[in-house]
């Protein structure tokens, strides 16, 4: 799906902020567990690398944070939501973690005003649909992207408080906090709190009314069975769990996710399309290991398979 431009936001950004955006840079270029940038007079004075900590970040500062590190940006952003004073806005793709939404509930509860903003077809699958649920259901608005053209993802990932903002390639999920390979930054400086801040509540005023109470209604799950159950739950969606034997790529370039050595006889598969399968990295490091496979189990050539796109369907 080709994703369109939209027009830039731009402030003006003083000297002080340039320097602090050069430091992260090069900051993250050093490696590390934690990275911290900060405003360096002095030019060659070495950046401070602190070990990484979950905290809201201090005044006027920039933290970069390599989800790998710690396997813990979770817990960055809960830190944030938990530190909320007046609002909460954000706009996430894909959100499966309940630790952030019963976070996003707590703030809600003490007084402060949150505010969602969800992808239509990922708050409709089988893992988001619980969580919008549970917003919702908590009184918290949620909407959903309608765009003119009628095609287009809302694919921003991104918080923003009272005080803070976080923003990034980091999903809220849980391969995006212990297996992908993320960036998350959290920063402070109030002129770029504000550009984000700015920005969704542009999205907030262009989808009103587009309610994600709708998608959160989705099919109960039957549990987790084996994946010689699954061809007796054709329609319904399940947690499909047995030993990856293969992760076979075909020529198209889809990858089928076997449970036999005879894929001609298994009686389940998983299938990532070519156009999904560069969010999951290599699949074949699940071989020789037990996993679950989650989503609407259909059935396609005799054989019942679930279709695989977003890396939260799978687990050990």
Same mark, same amino acid.
């Given at each position: 799906m ?17 320097r602090?955006?050069?430091a992260?840079?090069?900051a ?5 567990v934690?990275?911290?940038?900060g405003?360096s007079?002095?030019a060659?004075?070495?950046i ?8 809201a970040?201090?005044t ?40 952030i939404a ?5 703030? #809600? !509860?003490?007084?402060?005003?949150? =505010? @969602?903003?969800?992808?239509s077809?990922? $708050? *409709?699958?089988?893992?988001s649909?619980?969580?919008i ?5 908590a ?13 287009g ?7 923003v ?11 809220w999920t849980?391969?995006?906090t212990?297996?992908?390979d ?8 109030e002129?770029?709190?504000?550009t984000?801040?700015?920005?969704? #509540? !542009?999205?907030f005023?262009?989808? =009103? @009314?587009?309610s994600?109470?709708?998608? $959160? *209604? ?5 549990g987790?069975i ?14 499909v769990?047995?030993m990856?034997?293969?992760?076979y790529?075909s020529k ?19 299938v ?40 939260s369907?799978?687990?050990k």
């Open positions: 080709m994703e369109k431009r939209g027009k830039g936001y731009t402030k003006p950004m003083s000297q002080k902020m340039i602090a955006l050069v992260a840079v090069l993250l270029a050093a490696g590390g934690g990275y911290a940038a405003d007079e002095a060659g004075t070495s401070d690398i602190p070990a990484q900590t979950v905290s970040p201090p006027d500062s920039i933290r970069v944070v390599y989800s790998l590190d710690q396997k813990q940006t979770d817990k960055e952003v809960i830190a944030l939501i938990e530190a909320a004073r007046s609002h909460i806005y954000f706009a996430m793709y894909t959100f499966t973690i309940h630790s019963d976070a996003l509930v707590a703030a #809600k !509860k003490r007084g402060v005003d949150v =505010r @969602g903003i969800v992808d077809g990922q $708050a *409709a699958g089988s893992y649909a619980p969580i649920a549970k917003l919702i259901g009184g918290i608005p949620m909407v959903t992207e309608k765009h003119a053209s009628g095609n993802i809302m694919h921003i990932k991104a918080i408080t009272d005080s803070a903002y976080a923003h990034g390639s980091y999903n849980n391969s995006a212990t297996i992908n993320e960036i998350l930054e959290i920063g402070t400086d002129t770029l709190r504000r984000y801040e700015d920005i969704l #509540k !542009k999205l005023d262009a989808y =009103r @009314g587009n994600a109470a709708a998608g $959160a *209604a989705a099919p109960v799950s039957v987790t084996d994946y010689t159950e699954a061809p007796r739950h054709i329609g319904q969606v399940a947690s769990r047995g990856l034997i293969d992760a790529t198209s370039g889809t990858v089928f996710l076997d449970f036999c050595k005879d894929y001609k006889t298994c009686p389940f598969a998983g990532i399309f070519a156009d999904d399968v560069k969010r999951f990295g290599d699949p074949s490091h699940y071989e020789g290991t037990v996993i679950t496979l989650s989503g609407e189990i259909s059935l396609y050539k005799n054989k019942a398979e679930i279709i695989l796109s977003t890396p369907q799978i687990s």
